[in-house]
T-cell receptor
């Protein structure tokens, strides 16, 4: 059974600081996704990582994938309050197959 | 920008009643999914649907659950006899294959409360 773990589960950080969220998964996969969820809202697609070594950046967020280590990171640079949300990574094991989600990291950026 | 829509946004029902959750996927997508999220927990896969049939389902998706694509646009999830533990946010998602942005797009969700 595919397991996806994220850490930390909760992250409180000050504006302007940098931090990294980690996502480990237990089986071979070249496909990893990052989503953002605001309280009571849906899941917004942030990044799609489809190969080993993939790196994508959008604003203050950068995601990378190391399929050999079965690890993805979501790096936050100079955090701002608007980034406060829960971030989920998700893995699938084949084209159009189900997503298995991590536990989520609740990020709180304080002034 | 095309988006997945879901109705209703909220549904309150009595235990044992049937509920139907509705979704309109993005029009050129071919793969459809239902997930659920119990409050404060992670998102769990229920079922995937392609070419008018179920392609995969989880252990959660037992005989009380069914899915249907009754016409070219709607995709429904039916729970025949709801239980208290069915209370959750239910998300529909749709996806396509191909391209660098291949992913699943999620609808806004239906919050189901079973009393």
């Amino acid at each position: 059974e595919l397991k996806v773990e994220q850490n930390p589960l909760f992250l409180s950080m000050q504006e302007g600081k940098n931090y990294t969220i980690y996502c480990n998964y237990s089986t071979t996969s070249d496909r990893l996704y990052w989503y953002r969820q605001d309280p009571g809202k849906s899941l917004e697609s942030l990044f799609v990582l489809l190969s080993n070594g993939a790196v994508k950046q959008e604003g203050r967020l950068m995601a990378s994938l190391d399929t050999k280590a079965r690890l993805s990171t979501l790096h936050i640079t100079a955090a701002v309050h608007d980034l406060s949300a829960t971030y989920f990574c998700a893995v699938d094991t084949g084209t159009a197959s189900k997503l298995t989600f991590g536990t989520g990291t609740r990020l709180q950026v304080t002034l | 920008e095309p988006e997945v829509t879901q109705t209703p946004s909220h549904q309150v029902t009595q235990m044992g009643q049937e509920v139907i959750l509705r979704c309109v996927p993005i029009s050129n997508h071919l793969y459809f999914y239902w997930y659920r999220q119990i409050l404060g927990q992670k998102v769990e896969f229920l079922v995937s649907f392609y070419n008018n049939e179920i392609s995969e389902k989880s252990e959660i998706f037992d005989d009380q659950f069914s899915v249907e694509r009754p016409d070219g646009s709607n995709f429904t999830l039916k729970i025949r006899s709801t239980k208290l533990e069915d209370s959750a946010m239910y998300f529909c998602a749709s996806g396509f294959v191909g391209g660098s942005q291949e992913t699943q797009y999620f609808g806004p969700g239906t919050r189901l409360l079973v009393l």
